[in-house]
């Protein structure tokens, strides 16, 4: 099924809006499922932790924090004003009002049929997928849902496009029962890690779809495609966009390199898998089948280094 993509995503542009640190969190380990997307969020400014130097991933997320990060992740300019945005049950006093009237100016969100917002409700899978397309301005009016795209969004829930574009971009994937959850509620580290995705995959598939339009013009002649793959990994500018990731057994993971020069993706033991040199736009596949946590390198320069943990699916978050 083929999506119009609309206008590019709003949240690929921020790259870095704030100085960037390497300091993270006493409660993010490196071994956390979201510690890349909370890492990454943080150095570009769009999240922070507690003064006691904690980040709560697991805390819950209402819906006005979920608006706060959301907009900061857009790099949208959210003057001090004050006011209730016509809702019912909100305050013009309270912390959350300029981003609730500015999320209501640019339609990103109406609230209820009976005139609330409900502020503090925690906020949940599909509602997050909903402000993350409404403030993109991403039409999905072309999205195409003729069957259930996970076993528990039926094609006729209000959120169904929503989520099959999700699910095209990678935004987020199911568990072994092919689920996702969406009434879930959002813990912060779960809504990083959906940020971070849309940050990312939305930007590599425009990148991807650009790079096979301009082969296609200079190449009119059929051209072999890279398999296709469950994970993809960017090497841009001497780096693995993704240097961190917790995936479920089984999964396969795909390398594009998107450089101007060739590289390798070669196992840190030497065994376990090597890819060679990729020459820039050519794709590497590898499917991890063994629990552990394998780390790996570009073989010239040994700076240039990721790592991926294998986990059970039953282990590994459905975003």
């Excluded at 510690?35 to 709560?56: H, N, Q, V, W």
């Excluded at 995959?201 to 002649?221: C, G, H, L, M």
């Excluded at 376990?272 to 629990?291: D, E, K, M, R």
Aim: a negative charge; proline letters at 6%; glycine letters at 6%.
């Amino acid at each position: 099924m083929r999506i119009a993509m609309g206008a590019l995503l709003l949240l690929a542009l921020p790259m870095a809006v704030a100085a960037t640190t390497t300091t993270g969190f006493t409660d993010v380990p490196s071994t956390h499922p979201n510690y890349g997307a909370i890492m990454d969020l943080k150095e570009r400014g769009i999240i922070s932790g507690y003064p006691d130097g904690t980040f709560k991933p697991d805390q819950m997320v209402n819906r006005v924090e979920a608006l706060k990060i959301i907009l900061l992740g857009a790099s949208i300019a959210v003057p001090d004003n004050t006011g209730t945005g016509g809702f019912k049950d909100t305050a013009a006093t309270e912390w959350y009002a300029k981003y609730l009237l500015k999320a209501k100016e640019l339609g990103i969100v109406s609230g209820y049929p009976d005139g609330t917002f409900k502020p503090t409700q925690t906020v949940n899978l599909v509602e997050n997928l909903k402000m993350l397309i409404n403030t993109s301005k991403i039409d999905i009016t072309n999205v195409t849902v003729n069957e259930d795209s996970f076993s528990d969004t039926p094609k006729t829930e209000w959120y169904a496009k929503d989520v099959e574009y999700a699910k095209e971009l990678q935004w987020i994937t199911p568990d072994q029962n092919n689920m996702v959850y969406p009434a879930q509620g959002m813990t912060r580290g779960k809504l990083a890690q959906l940020l971070y995705n849309a940050i990312h995959n939305t930007a590599n598939n425009s990148t991807q779809q650009q790079t096979q339009q301009t082969q296609q013009n200079q190449n009119p002649s059929p051209s072999t495609t890279p398999a296709p793959a469950d994970l993809n990994v960017s090497i841009k500018n001497f780096a693995f966009n993704k240097a961190s990731m917790t995936i479920a057994q089984g999964t396969k993971v795909a390398w594009t390199n998107n450089d101007a020069t060739s590289h390798t993706v070669t196992s840190d033991d030497g065994t376990s898998f090597n890819s060679g040199p990729i020459a820039p736009g050519q794709t590497f596949s590898y499917t991890f089948n063994t629990l552990g946590t394998f780390t790996y390198h570009f073989s010239i320069n040994t700076t240039m280094t990721g790592s991926i943990v294998v986990k059970n699916p039953i282990e590994v978050p459905t975003i």
